[in-house]
């Protein structure tokens, strides 16, 4: 019997991977993508006597930039053909998740829709009609818990429907302006062998003019994008999008502004709010955080608080660590003296190993042990993702994107704590 692929796809921190570990019990195994240095892990389960492997591949929020989970997500969905994606997504947030939903849409057509942490999102008075959703989106849609193995039985049937062609999923692409989807049909003929949806997203691609992606969408398909018949094309379409002022820059966030529009039409169709004032203030929030005026003073207070808490509340056990080494090493020191050991063997074990290693226990442990938490609940309170927002812009200056953040400021704390220590 053949044994199907099942992809796991989804933003951080949604349930994703616990979902994942419910399906497939012990059964994983840890690796490695080709040249990568991301986890992944892959499992299998059976249902029905039909065979499934399971594949976590990494949380992302988007597919189109060029940051090292979203390549491999990315990579997998398109050119590993599963039978099936399941793409996990937060109840109390959907119109933020849709973002990903919609532009694997774009990729591959089998997809379920699974709406996990129901659980949190009743507490918060939100209910979801996921009849409407799925005649909406055009794909089976599952509510899950994801602690709850029962929740899950309905998504292991619909895996199955699908894997085996009971369900046809028959996604609703999001339709852009008239003249990028006449350029998208403009060039989408000159490679019928790439099949639908996935020559739109190449076709969009070109026009982007992103020639990483390109190179490998042509060494994984093994087709020529260079032709000078499809140059042609691309000429053309460019000529029509100047003059509606789009270009290679900008067309990305022309795409995902429509993609926002039609999630915040969706969410508005199948979301109810019990909690009346709970929707507001979520609006209310965002209009503040991500605001060109207050956005970046708010962002800036409040990573100079979480840099004092750290540097500060980290300054005390690092010095109380410290000294615990010192006074080990003393004691250590006395031990090898009474063992009459060779000065060159001390001096290697005590003055290199002990002192080197004690070192950076000293100084990264503490700084690392306050940091991540509170990240993790400015995280869990959604301000991480509007931090990423406010600095996206700059961090694409940089040929990279705003999620690096987190990487910059612990970067920057173990600096201060490095100098300090030398100091």
Same mark, same amino acid.
């Given at each position: 019997?053949?044994?199907?692929?099942?992809?796991?796809a989804g933003n951080p921190n949604v349930g994703?991977?616990?979902?994942?570990?419910?399906?497939?019990?012990? !059964?994983?195994?840890?690796?490695?993508? =080709? +040249?990568?240095?991301?986890? !992944?892990?892959?499992?299998?389960?059976?249902?029905?006597?039909?065979?499934?492997?399971?594949?976590?591949?990494?949380?992302?929020?988007?597919?189109?930039?060029?940051?090292?989970?979203?390549?491999?997500?990315?990579?997998?969905?398109?050119?590993?053909?599963?039978?099936?994606?399941?793409?996990?997504?937060?109840?109390?947030?959907?119109?933020?998740?849709? !973002?990903?939903?919609?532009?694997?849409?774009?990729?591959?057509?089998?997809?379920?829709?699974?709406?996990?942490?129901?659980?949190?999102?009743?507490?918060?008075?939100?209910?979801?009609?996921?009849?409407?959703?799925?005649?909406?989106?055009?794909?089976?849609?599952?509510?899950?818990?994801?602690?709850?193995?029962?929740?899950?039985?309905?998504?292991?049937?619909?895996?199955?429907?699908?894997?085996?062609?009971?369900?046809?999923?028959?996604?609703?692409?999001?339709?852009?302006?008239?003249?990028?989807?006449?350029?998208?049909?403009?060039?989408?003929?000159?490679?019928? =062998?790439?099949?639908?949806?996935?020559?739109?997203?190449?076709?969009?691609?070109?026009?982007?003019?992103?020639?990483?992606?390109?190179?490998?969408i042509s060494n994984k398909l093994n087709i020529?994008?260079? =032709?000078?018949?499809?140059?042609?094309?691309?000429?053309?379409?460019?000529?029509?999008?100047?003059?509606?002022?789009?270009?290679?820059?900008?067309?990305?966030?022309?795409?995902?502004?429509?993609?926002?529009?039609?999630?915040?039409?969706?969410?508005?169709?199948?979301?109810?709010?019990?909690?009346?004032?709970?929707?507001?203030?979520?609006?209310?929030?965002?209009?503040?955080?991500?605001?060109?005026?207050?956005?970046?003073?708010?962002?800036?207070?409040?990573?100079?608080?979480?840099?004092?808490?750290?540097?500060?509340?980290?300054?005390?056990?690092?010095?109380?660590?410290?000294?615990?080494? +010192?006074?080990?090493?003393?004691?250590?020191?006395?031990?090898?003296?009474?063992?009459?050991?060779?000065?060159?063997?001390?001096?290697?074990?005590?003055?290199?190993?002990?002192?080197?290693? =004690?070192?950076?226990?000293?100084?990264?442990?503490?700084?690392?042990?306050?940091?991540?938490?509170?990240?993790?609940?400015?995280?869990?309170?959604?301000?991480?993702?509007?931090?990423?927002?406010?600095?996206?812009?700059?961090?694409?200056?940089?040929?990279?994107?705003?999620?690096?953040?987190?990487?910059?400021?612990?970067?920057?704390?173990?600096?201060?704590?490095?100098?300090?220590?030398?100091?």
């Open positions: 019997m053949k044994n199907y692929k099942i992809a796991f994703k991977s616990t979902i994942f570990n419910s399906l497939t019990g012990m !059964n994983q195994h840890t690796g490695n993508w =080709t +040249g990568k240095t991301v986890g !992944n892990c892959y499992g299998k389960f059976t249902y029905k006597s039909a065979d499934f492997t399971a594949i976590d591949i990494p949380g992302t929020y988007s597919l189109m930039s060029n940051s090292e989970e979203e390549e491999i997500a990315r990579n997998y969905i398109c050119f590993e053909n599963p039978d099936a994606i399941v793409i996990v997504v937060d109840g109390t947030s959907i119109e933020r998740n849709l !973002n990903l939903v919609f532009q694997i849409m774009e990729i591959n057509p089998n997809i379920i829709l699974c709406v996990n942490l129901l659980d949190e999102a009743k507490k918060k008075g939100i209910k979801i009609d996921f009849k409407k959703l799925s005649s909406i989106l055009g794909i089976p849609v599952v509510g899950t818990i994801a602690k709850k193995k029962k929740t899950l039985i309905n998504l292991k049937y619909i895996i199955y429907d699908v894997c085996l062609k009971k369900i046809v999923p028959t996604p609703h692409i999001v339709k852009y302006l008239p003249i990028i989807e006449d350029s998208i049909s403009l060039l989408s003929c000159e490679y019928p =062998t790439i099949p639908y949806p996935l020559n739109r997203w190449v076709s969009l691609k070109l026009l982007s003019n992103d020639k990483k992606i390109i190179k490998t020529d994008l260079s =032709t000078s018949s499809i140059n042609s094309k691309i000429d053309e379409c460019n000529c029509l999008l100047k003059r509606n002022d789009i270009n290679s820059s900008n067309l990305e966030e022309t795409i995902i502004s429509f993609i926002m529009k039609k999630a915040e039409y969706i969410c508005q169709e199948v979301c109810t709010y019990t909690k009346k004032d709970y929707l507001s203030k979520t609006i209310k929030i965002d209009k503040i955080l991500t605001s060109k005026k207050f956005g970046i003073p708010i962002m800036l207070l409040f990573l100079c608080i979480l840099f004092w808490i750290t540097i500060v509340g980290a300054n005390y056990p690092s010095q109380l660590l410290s000294d615990l080494f +010192g006074n080990l090493k003393y004691h250590i020191l006395n031990l090898f003296s009474t063992i009459h050991s060779p000065e060159w063997l001390t001096s290697i074990l005590v003055d290199g190993v002990y002192q080197t290693v =004690t070192w950076i226990i000293s100084v990264m442990l503490p700084p690392m042990a306050i940091f991540f938490p509170l990240f993790t609940i400015l995280e869990d309170l959604g301000f991480l993702p509007r931090i990423a927002f406010n600095l996206d812009r700059c961090f694409k200056c940089a040929c990279t994107s705003g999620k690096q953040a987190l990487t910059m400021c612990m970067g920057v704390t173990k600096w201060y704590f490095t100098i300090s220590f030398c100091d």
